[in-house]
Nanobody, 124 residues
């Protein structure tokens, strides 16, 4: 499975961004897809995940502001980010959980394949 994330950029606080992740190989429609982020000097943290049947789950820090979605016909997963804050600044990664024993799994080592990351910078 190969993942390609895109859509990051420099925005101001309160703005919106939509991240996209294109998947190739494997059986996309059967995978849990997740978004993680890593800020400078910090550990990679869970942001959101979506089950194979489109059930979302969010970290408390983004709940109500971010929306994860997937399009199994296009092998795509999205992260709509609204009301962005400076503390959302990070490199954002999409990832697959190929064999989830339960949903959601929020620890990064549960995920098998990772995209290259896309940088989101939110200025105050």
């Amino acid at each position: 499975v190969q993942l390609q994330a895109s859509g990051g950029g420099l925005v101001q606080a309160g703005d919106s961004l939509r991240l996209s992740c294109a998947a190739s190989g494997g059986t996309f429609s059967s995978y849990v897809m997740g978004w993680f982020r890593q800020a400078p000097g910090k550990e990679r943290e869970f942001v959101a995940a979506v089950s194979w049947n489109d059930i979302p789950y969010y970290a408390d820090s983004v709940k109500g502001r971010f929306t994860i979605s997937r399009d199994n016909t296009k092998n795509m997963v999205y992260l709509q980010m609204n009301s962005l804050k400076p503390e959302d600044t990070a490199v954002y990664y999409c990832a697959t959980d190929i064999s989830p024993t339960y949903f959601p799994r929020t620890y990064y080592y549960a995920y098998d394949h990772w995209g290259q990351g896309t940088l989101v910078t939110v200025s105050s």
